[in-house]
């Protein structure tokens, strides 16, 4: 794949300067040449000069379908032609309320109430809105303090990125910082002092509970966790975490809100992971991305049937949640989601990650024995491959630096990543196959050792 930009590439470049694209260095604006994606089919993606490239993020966790699945788009025309908006403030429609139904029937324990939101943000932001609306309606107004953790991702929303625990992404920017509190990162990788994962999984257990002991419960409103902590770099707690979290919330009256934005529909091959891989009924779990595939942007908030009753009985008068959004239940992308929802049925696409997510990991896992490695972590049809430039000095910076050469390098042979700080991020559409993993590794591979002898021919 050559470096030679077409003049069509060139005069989208000079124009994307005026997009202010997410995290993006404000400083330099217009001082990247971004790759401009002009199609997608299946798995792959073609960029505006031609060349055909493995979407190794699956856009950014979302495309879990694949892209150019004429079904939804067929759906979302016909819906469009039908009616394109409702308001959700004055009436209903169809599409929203048998999608609705169908994701109450699917979520795990008592979430039979589905408050429709915009995205992962909103639906966070949602979850945390809500707990604060549920302790006032139960006469605790000081109950309002909420704990999440290091390295965890909730959202660009002003509420819902003061919970995300990504610290270096806070700089300059104003967060709330008098009701949420975080405790450490629970990845296993990073306790050096030969502890079994029964012991880490105490000591991470203990750290919640300190926290609680240290806050008060009966100031806490709700813990917020990820079941894998996808955007700090696909951290996976150790066995049995996620359900002693939620055991210890219960015990102390504390909400737990499981944040599936990334692990629902698909991405550990169940449709909602918290109750069929982790144990956990949660009393709000928040989805998007995987919930259209990312063919038409949407969001959703599920609270339990239990939180409901209680806020009844709590007395007699009416008790309005006053939030919700312009397009909260929007026909067309609640088309998206029940046609996505239809190639899942009909395509066994469940079935097929629990296949190809095996061979997934065992193809990663030979990555293991590259100098640069440091940690392999897999988890359905997710992963992140963590680099260290020198083992036993880390440099955050210079690591992050080698990623940003290696995916450079792996754009120039077909492979899309994503690299977060020191990761290499992967979560590719869930209609893969284990040849087309093949694939995917070989290039990675191809691209970690180039850069590591790049790195040694520079120091020589």
Partial sequence: MGN???EDTLNIQAKDRHFLHPWEDVTAIGAENRIVIAKGDGIYVTDSDGNKLIDGPGGMWCVNVGHGREEIVQAVAAQMRDLTYFSPWSGTAAPAAILAERLAALAPGDLNNVFFTTGGSTAVDSALRFAFFYNNCLGRPEKKQIISRVGAYHGSTYLSASCSGKMPEKDN????DDRVHFIPNPNPKLHTQ?????EICDQKIADLENKILEVGADKIAAFIAEPILASGGVIIPPDGYYARCHALCRKHDILFIADEVVTSFGRLGHIFASKDVFDVEPDMLTTAKGLTSAYVPMGALLISDRLMAEIKAAGNESKGFFSGFTYSGHPVAAVAALTNLDIFE????L??????????????QELAGLPMVYDIRVKGLMAGIECRVDLDNPDDELDMNFLLEVDDICQENGLLLRP???SAVLSPPLTITKDQIDTLVEILKLGLETAWEERARTAS
């Avoid at 030969?194 to 029964?198: F, I, P, R, V």
């Fill in 351 to 364: 079935d097929h990650v629990a296949d190809v997510g095996a061979h997934f990991e065992q193809k990663l």
């Fill in 420 to 422: 977060v700080y020191s």
């Fill in 173 to 176: 920017m104003d967060m709330v």
């Fill in 194 to 198: 030969g502890l079994t994962d029964a």
């Fill in 4 to 6: 030679d930009r077409t």
């Fill in 346 to 349: 009909r395509e066994g696409l």
